[in-house]
T-cell receptor, first 111, second 116 residues
Framework: RKEVEQDPGPFNVPEGATVAFNCTYS??????FFWYRQDCRKEPKLLMS???SGNEDGRFTAQLNRASQYISLLIRDSKLSDSATYLC????????????FGDGTTLTVKP | DTEVTQTPKHLVMGMTNKKSLKCEQH?????MYWYKQKAKKPPELMFV???????INESVPSRFSPECPNSSLLNLHLHALQPEDSALYLC???????????????FGPGTRLTVL
C-alpha cells in the first residue's frame, strides 16, 4: 500500500460544478498536510495547508480527518482556470525534510 | 515574496558534459531541497539541506552532486548523466526543517533537463 493515495481521476467537470478529491495516508503519526496544484510543465504551487479544524479559502475548502486518516479538497463553482493536477502532500513525524507526495489527481474543467 | 528562482530554464547536455543547475531564494529560508520529476509523476526527493548542511541524500547516484555555498544558494552539479536522467529538476525551500516534519515548501519553476 502506498503511503499517500489519491483518487486516480481524471475528473472532467463542467464549469460551475462542485468537485471533491480525497487523499488517504498510512502513517498515523503524520504531522502536517498540504494541497498543491501543478499546471502542465510548471512547478507545484501551494494551494492550502490543511488543519484539523478545516480551512477555507474562497471557493476551496480543505478538511483533515485524523481518525480515518484522510484529507479532502472541495472546489466549488469550478472555473476553467482550476484545470490542473492536484497533489496531496503529507509530512511524517520522522525523517524531517522528507515529504510524501501523492501521485496527483488531474482535474479538467470544461466550458 | 515567496519566490525561488532557478537557472537555466532549459538545459540540453551530452552524456560526457559537466553542467550545473542553480537555485536561489531570498526569503531567509534555512532548508533547501532538490527534486526530480518525470512526466505524469509526482516530484521525487533527491537531497535536503538544512542550515547549509546536507541532511538527506535519497541514495542519489554520484553523477549528481549537490552544493550549498550559503543559505540562499543551492547548486546541483551534473556529470556523466544518462538519457534516463532527463526530467524536470525542481528546487524548493522552506523556513526550517522541523524535527517533527517540515514547514511549507515553496518550489522554483524548475530546470527542464534533456540528456542526449
Amino acid at each position: 500500500r502506498k503511503e499517500v493515495e489519491q483518487d486516480p481521476g481524471p475528473f472532467n467537470v463542467p464549469e460551475g460544478a462542485t468537485v471533491a478529491f480525497n487523499c488517504t495516508y498510512s502513517n498515523s503519526a503524520s504531522q502536517s498536510f498540504f494541497w498543491y496544484r501543478q499546471d502542465c510543465r510548471k512547478e507545484p504551487k501551494l494551494l492550502m495547508s490543511v488543519y484539523s479544524s478545516g480551512n477555507e479559502d474562497g471557493r476551496f475548502t480543505a478538511q483533515l480527518n485524523r481518525a480515518s486518516q484522510y484529507i479532502s479538497l472541495l472546489i466549488r463553482d469550478s472555473k476553467l482556470s482550476d484545470s490542473a493536477t492536484y497533489l496531496c502532500v503529507v509530512n511524517p513525524n520522522t525523517n524531517a525534510g522528507k515529504s510524501t507526495f501523492g501521485d496527483g489527481t488531474t482535474l479538467t474543467v470544461k466550458p | 515574496d515567496t519566490e525561488v528562482t532557478q537557472t537555466p530554464k532549459h538545459l540540453v547536455m551530452g552524456m560526457t558534459n559537466k553542467k550545473s543547475l542553480k537555485c536561489e531564494q531570498h526569503m531567509g529560508h534555512r532548508a533547501m531541497y532538490w527534486y526530480k520529476q518525470k512526466a505524469k509523476k509526482p516530484p521525487e526527493l533527491m537531497f535536503v539541506y538544512s542550515y547549509e548542511k546536507l541532511s538527506i541524500n535519497e541514495s542519489v547516484p554520484s553523477r549528481f552532486s549537490p552544493e550549498c555555498p550559503n543559505s540562499s544558494l543551492l547548486n546541483l552539479h551534473l556529470h556523466a548523466l544518462q538519457p534516463e536522467d532527463s526530467a524536470l529538476y525542481l528546487c524548493a525551500s522552506s523556513p526550517t526543517v522541523l524535527a517533527g516534519g517540515t514547514d511549507t515548501q515553496y518550489f522554483g519553476p524548475g530546470t527542464r533537463l534533456t540528456v542526449l
